[in-house]
Structures are given as structure tokens and as C-alpha cells.
């Protein structure tokens, strides 16, 4: 989506006084921690650069997980420091769309960031990355598709971290943002300027569809077993129809709900969309499981996408004898 603007201010409105309310009560908490990062199914080491986190809204709503989050049995909840700043809370409801992390991040003076791009992340993928400035200084900057961005508190912005980004504080005082991850929807893209809308290709936009849950029967009905191409469980990276990579799958009834388990990962909760397909907890529509296991020939369709772009792999499933 070049084509569009690399940042958009969607809010100008923001009550600064309030914002520095919920920030005196959330800045001497003990949980602050250096950022984390989400691979393989796991969390990651954490960051060599002084970029402390507080969490507001993590999987299992962990206050240990600085890191964004992915797929996996824990769906995203808030922490029990979200309650400490209630009008940060009330700005994120007013967003109308699910949010997965929510972070206070803090880049030290000194510290800075190489340039990088956040892969899967942005509307072709299912969710954006959104910022609310809350402190900064003149020597803050973060340079996105090599234009400086300096950000002021009472605003909320969102920008397309796809593209190469960099961050520097060469100030004498933190760089404090709020960092929410948010699904696309109708209600989130509202808020874009109309000149912004007019131009966004819908077509190219993964758009996350409401969950619809299974009896206990159908859950039983799903159960089968199979292979998943090492890439599908590759996060952020489009699936490859290699069956030398091929890894033993399979998917349980758990708990109320549906589990795939792929040998070596961490298990994950499906969450069904309609007509045997699923998307993974923690995760958008970027990757689904399509099980088309009730007739002749049953089978998984494993896909990825990036907006209209899709790639498809099929596999063979093997269904319990007792199904």
C-alpha cells in the first residue's frame, strides 16, 4: 500500500492533563521490564536496547510479557494495570475493535533502535500497531521511510511499520509511548482522515470476522491429523508447499474449544470463522486452517495471505476411526 500515507494523526483531541494522570500512576510500578520479542511460538530474549515495557494488555494478561504476542492457548487480556489508567482505557474502547497488546513503551535517553520493518503487521495482515505519545523531547525522533517523525502528546497516530523505521532519543529525557495492536475493522477505519479511506483499497485488507463457536459434537467432528509445511508455522512468513519441511499435526478437542498441535511448536487454540475454517489464537486472518474433512477425501487447506495476495497448500487428513 504505497500509495497511501506512511503516518496519519487519527486524534488531536486527547486530554493531555488526563494522560499525565495515568501515567504518574502506572510510571513507579515494579513490572517495567526491557522489551521482548515473539519467535517460534515463544517468547524471545529480551532487547540489548534500554526500550523498557509495561504491560497493559497481554496474553493471559501477563504482566510478564513485554514481548507483543502471537499465537498460542492464551488469548489477549488485560492486565491488572490497565485499571490504573482509566482514560487510556476509556481511548482504547472508543477505538470499537478488539485490541491484542497494549504497551507502555519507554526508550531511554541515549538508546536507539536500527532501522528494521514489523512484518506481519499493518492492514493488509488484520491488525495495525497504533501510538499515543505521552512523553518526548526535541531529540526523540523516530524516522519512517526516511522522513523524521516527532509525535506530541494528545495525539494518536497510526503508521505503517511495514516500511523501514528507526528510532533515536537523543535527548535527556524517556521517550514514553502508549503501543496498542489493534484488529482491522469498519469502526477502527472510521477514524482515518475520509481522503485516506477514499484511496484504501478494501480488497487489500484482511478484516477480522466475529468467532462462531462449536457444539461439543462439532468440536469432536474436527479432530484429524496431518501435516503442516514448516513454514505455516513460521510466523509472518507465507506458507511454502514443501513436503520435505512437513511436520505431524493434529487437531483435539480441549478444554471447549479446538487445539492444534504441531510437533516441536507450542500448542494453539483455533477459533472458527464459518464453514471449517479457522484462524489461530493470538494471530489474524493472515494465516487459516480450512478443515474439509466430511467427505471422500478429507483435508486441510493451510493459507496465508498478504491483502489479495494468498497462497494455498493442501495436505491429506487423517480422521479418527471413531468420528
Known sequence: MKNLPAT?????????????SDLAALSGSEFWALQRSFEDGAVGEESEVDWKVLPLRAPGGDLRRTDPGGPGRDGFADTPLMTKAPYLGQILSELGTELRSVRLMALAPGASVE???????????????LHIPLVTNPGAVMVLDGVEQRWQPGTLWYADFERPHALRNAGDRTRIHLVADCATNDKLLALFPAGFRA???????????????????????????FA???????????VADDHESDLAAEVTAEDGGLVLRVEGRAPVELLHLGAGEFRLLGWSEERLLRLDLFDDDPRVELSTRRGRRR??????ALRPATA
Request: with cysteine; charged share 30%.
Open 228 to 238: 503442516v509445511p514448516f513454514s505455516f508455522m513460521e510466523w509472518g512468513e507465507p
Open 311 to 316: 497462497r494455498v497448500v493442501r495436505r491429506p
Open 115 to 129: 532501522e528494521h520493518s514489523d512484518t506481519p503487521l499493518g492492514l493488509p495482515y488484520g491488525y495495525v500497531r
Open 8 to 20: 496519519v494523526m487519527l486524534r488531536d483531541d486527547l486530554d493531555v492533563d488526563r494522560l499525565e
Open 199 to 225: 484511496d484504501l483499497p478494501t480488497s487489500d485488507i484482511a478484516f477480522y470476522r466475529p468467532v462462531l463457536p462449536l457444539t461439543p459434537p462439532e468440536l469432536r467432528d474436527f479432530g484429524c491429523q
